[in-house]
């Protein structure tokens, strides 16, 4: 096990605990606690890299990995006190592998990848995000919130030809506004925008969806719809901007 993975599971660890002793106080009056798996495929819009930034050579990333779908997934904890206060753990795990050439030599790293030769390439971008939220309107079918996520990027992108190979890893903390809004539809159904985005000096990311739910029973929903996760830095050590398109389905229990 890498650091990174090692890392990755401590963190993972301390912020459930964590977590737990923050939605169980002592004044809590009532506390919903329901569990989501997303799942579905994923494609492509874009990969631009350049590593390093400076020295680096451009390239098309999805000329390596291809546009084709993946199937990916997500899972969700979430836990809302007092009716107001949600708090909300996520693992939002991405892996691309594929094979392609490039059209010219790239500086990659310490490596230079020859033109016009088969290149396996890989990438990573794994997400770990701890998000509050605050509901400040909730009737008329509606409920509106707003709240902070607090992510963990674990990203690594990997250039392997025969005879030589190199890759680059990122692990880093981004803060993200977070905005919720749903819409009833009826007894059963509903409409739900979940996003959080941040634009900075150096860089960017956005994660969106735009979901329709149906409640089964009490306790089971089953949902589908439309996800896009797009931004990158650019940073000394890095250029990175992707975005990536995901359709989607999952379930929802209330434990």
Known sequence: MNISRSFQINLIAVTFIVLLFICSPPSANSQDISFETEAGVLWFGKNDVRIPNEGGTDFDMIDLIGSDLVPYYRLRLNITFDDRHTIRLLAAPISKIGT?????????????????????????????????????????????????TGLIRDAEVILDQPEQSDSKTDLG???????????????????????????????????????????????????????????????????????????????????
């Open 100 to 148: 392609g050439s490039l059209s010219q030599p790239v500086q990659f790293e310490e490596t230079m990848f020859q033109a016009d030769e088969p290149i396996d390439g890989t990438y990573r971008f794994n997400t770990y995000r701890i998000t509050y939220r605050y509901t400040f309107y909730d009737r008329n079918n509606w409920t509106l919130g707003a709240g902070l």
């Open 173 to 255: 903390f981004v803060p993200l506004i977070h905005l919720y809004a749903q819409r009833g539809l009826g007894q059963q159904a509903s409409l739900t925008f979940d996003g959080e985005s941040l634009i900075g000096p150096q860089g960017r990311a956005t994660d969106v969806s735009l979901t329709l739910a149906y409640s089964l029973t009490d306790n089971w929903s089953l949902y589908g719809g439309y996800r896009i996760l797009e931004g990158g830095a650019d940073v000394d050590d890095v250029y990175n901007f992707a975005l990536i398109n995901f359709g989607l389905i999952g379930f929802e229990v209330n434990l």
